[in-house]
């Protein structure tokens, strides 16, 4: 099934969006949240930089796969297409789903935690926290409601403004020398199965944080030059994220000990309370509701793009191929902003972000694999990149998402069950729109 002309997406979007849209796409709640639950679990400096590197390292080894696939393939909706055309359509078709679920879950906790730092501004507004995220959802679907160049222009400001935010945040914490850190003693029971649980579930939510870093395969077929554009900011865009991941982390362990840190919920607030005193939360509330605008803006156009394609290849209803004059896909923005709207009201962060690190390995993990079995089964196949260390940096990644989903099996069990669940109901629908 293919979409009329009429509902074909516009080749608009350059490199400046991509690199825009991929650390937009990234860089947000976790890094201002997680630092000091992963502090907790984890009580050792080395321990807890190591976990972010090697989260970075697998999103790098991801990033030199997808730029094979994305180029070779560049169609809207991402992952689905490179694991359909390698293992027949239900796999393309459970995978799809599965990263339709992964990204249309973040525009609902961002317009949760956005309403959550509102409130902190503004503790009048405690009763009005749903009605906050609910308005905030609706605002962004008339943006691009509005087309697809609104929404890129917004997204390349916000990403540029966000990584001046961080550096600067960055910066101050190691100016700082008004206390001096005790030093961190090494942790010898790494292997004693509580760290062992805290470290696979520290990984669960490092991922969770690095989501989005694959952003750019998502609008492969709306972009002018996917064979250049692609591969350039997929790897400036990862290392520059983990560059930043790792340096917030080391600055906050600059101002803050390990002790202090593990029992902050707002690792950055309480970094800023020590930098600039009473005002210093304020400052890092307002940076923090900046940044997760940016990242609430590319997440409400990637999700679109994957029921897109979804649709065109019968997976979907018919509708969801239908595109406005402004190149946005207009039934599948709205679906999806229906779909945001029933997790706003039923869903909690925690819960939310941990499931969408769990789906997002699988269809990692899918995608890895299917590079190895197209260059097998499609040699000849145009390549207008091909990954580097092949096929040795694949097989690395795909062990380590085995390696992420077993221990993410271990530390969530429950995420696992639901999981299961959806992978046989989906088999069912699968069945029914093979009917139609």
């Known amino acids: 099934m293919t979409a009329s002309k009429q509902n074909q997406l516009k080749k608009t979007l350059g490199l400046s969006f991509n690199i825009a849209v991929l650390i937009g796409g990234t860089i947000g709640v976790g890094i201002l949240r997680t630092p000091g639950t992963i ?261 409400m156009m990637i999700p679109p793009r994957i029921l897109y394609g979804l649709s065109r290849d019968g997976f979907f209803v018919k509708q969801g191929t239908n595109v406005n004059k402004g190149g946005t896909p207009i039934t599948a923005l709205l679906v999806s902003s229906f779909f945001s709207l029933f997790l706003i009201c039923i869903g909690s962060f925690e819960v939310l972000f941990s499931f969408a690190a769990f789906l997002s390995i699988i269809v990692w993990g899918l995608a890895y694999a299917s590079l190895l079995k197209l260059r097998t089964k499609e040699p000849n196949l145009d390549r207008p990149y091909r990954s580097f260390w092949y096929p040795w940096a694949t097989i690395i990644a795909i062990i380590a998402s085995i390696a992420l989903l077993l221990g993410f099996i271990y530390s969530d069990p429950k995420s696992f069950i639901i999981i299961v669940v959806i992978t046989v109901i989906s088999y069912l629908f699968f069945l029914v729109l093979k009917k139609e």
């Open 39 to 299: 502090a907790e679990m984890l009580n050792n400096y080395w321990l807890i930089i190591a976990s972010w590197l090697f989260g970075g390292l697998y999103v790098l080894l991801g990033a030199n796969s997808y730029a094979e696939l994305a180029t070779m393939l560049p169609k809207a909706g991402g992952s689905y297409n490179y694991i359909k055309r390698a293992f027949g359509e239900y796999a393309g078709f459970l995978a799809g789903w599965f990263d339709y679920i992964t990204n249309a879950i973040p525009p609902a906790f961002y317009c949760i935690v956005i309403s959550e730092y509102l409130i902190i501004l503004f503790p009048s507004l405690a009763n009005f926290s749903t009605v906050m995220a609910i308005s905030l959802l609706a605002a962004f679907v008339l943006i691009h409601l509005s087309g697809v160049k609104n929404g890129s222009t917004i997204q390349q400001i916000t990403s540029f403004l966000k990584v001046i935010c961080f550096v600067a945040l960055v910066v101050a914490c190691f100016l700082y020398s008004g206390v001096e850190v005790p030093k961190i003693k090494t942790d010898t029971t790494f292997f004693q199965i509580g760290l062992i649980f805290g470290f696979f579930k520290s990984l669960q939510l490092i991922i969770g944080t690095y989501n989005g870093w694959n952003s750019v395969c998502f609008f492969a077929e709306e972009n002018e030059n996917p064979s250049k554009n692609i591969p350039k900011s997929l790897y400036s865009g990862v290392i520059l994220v983990v560059t930043i991941y790792v340096l917030v982390n080391m600055a906050f362990f600059h101002v803050l000990p390990i002790e202090t840190l593990s029992k902050s919920n707002l690792a950055a607030a309480d970094v800023a309370k020590i930098l600039f005193g009473e005002n210093g939360a304020l400052i890092v509330t307002v940076i923090s509701i900046f940044s997760l605008i940016s990242i609430l803006n590319a997440f």
